[in-house]
């Protein structure tokens, strides 16, 4: 299906002038931090020598262009007009009233009859927008914390294909990535994993970034988690959910990953994880019950220690 809107309001009633500004924003009642499109579309049905296009001045609010300026044409009044689209977001970051000015266009239009010639300077030509308000409102009083009003959330993982059993003192890594349309990944919260009971946790580092999405912005954040089970039995991945505020819906929605089970088993090597010190041969040293093999994240950390000092001191030489 094709849902055909009227034309809008600026196009009918400047059909007919040489150059023209139309403005339209969406929605016209927003909340705080929730992205606002807004786009300026030059209509001309002349030709255009040179133009420039001022840049929204917005106080009190976040301004991201988004793509390149889009072209094409439309018929209006008996004429064909050249239309150039430039898009915004604006994100506010204080409830109340918002004015947005009209925007502003300032060139130069070849005369009738000179086509563009080279000897003809043109003549000037400004025209301006309409202003637009913007009613901002407060969060609601029942929305969690952090804040985050967008179109759509998804917040998944790889916990389904990790092997259903694990053993003590390997590690597994775990990804996760929560993606939201609307926001930038600022707005996002830090991706955490609470304590396991039977494991320990160590997080990798987070990468985030912000990109162009269909007139909005999509944000993403990520992280690993490598996960290492300390005893055998069954190691319980807790539920993890992050609540956001649907702006299509306007409604608090929660983005959730599901608790999972995994069954962990014994070392390899029975005699390191076993809580009984096997007696010592001749000629060698007695272990301590409960040593294990030091973990590849203690000796990466050792080893980078030791990089570290041998550096200062070649530093300090130089």
């Known amino acids: 299906p094709l849902t055909v809107r009227p034309a809008p309001t600026a196009a009918t009633t400047h059909a007919g002038d040489d150059v023209f500004i139309e403005v339209e924003m969406e929605p016209a009642s927003a909340y705080v ?90 003549s000037s030509v400004t025209v301006r927008g309409e202003e ?8 609601p009083q029942n929305a969690s914390q952090p804040w985050m009003p967008a179109r759509a959330v998804q917040y998944r993982d790889d916990a389904a294909a990790l092997p259903q059993q694990l053993r003590v003192g390997e590690p597994v890594t775990l990804s996760a990535e929560l993606v939201a349309l609307g926001l930038t990944a600022e707005q996002l919260p830090e991706l955490s994993m609470p304590a396991i009971d039977g494991a320990q946790v160590y997080p990798d580092q987070e990468t985030s970034q912000t990109a162009d999405a269909n007139n909005n912005t999509q944000a993403t954040r990520a992280r690993k988690f490598a996960i290492v089970p300390s005893r055998p039995g069954t190691l319980e991945l807790p539920e993890r959910a992050i609540t956001w505020w649907n702006v ?71």
């Open 33 to 122: 931090q929730q992205q606002v499109r807004y786009s300026i579309r030059l209509f001309y049905a002349v030709n255009l020598l040179e133009g420039q296009i001022d840049e929204p001045q917005v106080a009190n609010a976040d301004l991201r262009r988004i793509g390149n300026d889009a072209q094409s044409s439309r018929m209006l009044a008996d004429r064909r007009y050249v239309v150039v689209e430039r898009r915004y977001l604006i994100t506010p970051q204080q409830s109340g009233t918002l004015k947005i000015p009209g925007p502003r266009f300032k060139g130069r239009i070849a005369r009738p009859g000179s086509y563009g010639s080279i000897f003809d300077p043109g």
């Open 132 to 139: 637009q308000a913007l009613e901002v409102r407060a969060r």
């Open 248 to 318: 299509e819906t306007d409604k608090p929605e929660r983005a959730v990953l599901p608790a999972r089970s995994f069954t962990v088993v014994a070392a390899a090597n029975a005699s390191a994880v076993s809580g009984t010190a096997q007696p010592a041969q001749s000629g060698e040293e007695s272990v301590a019950p409960g040593a294990a093999v030091p973990s590849l994240w203690r000796i990466a950390a050792i080893g980078f220690a030791v990089l570290w000092v041998l550096t200062l001191l070649a530093w300090r030489f130089a």
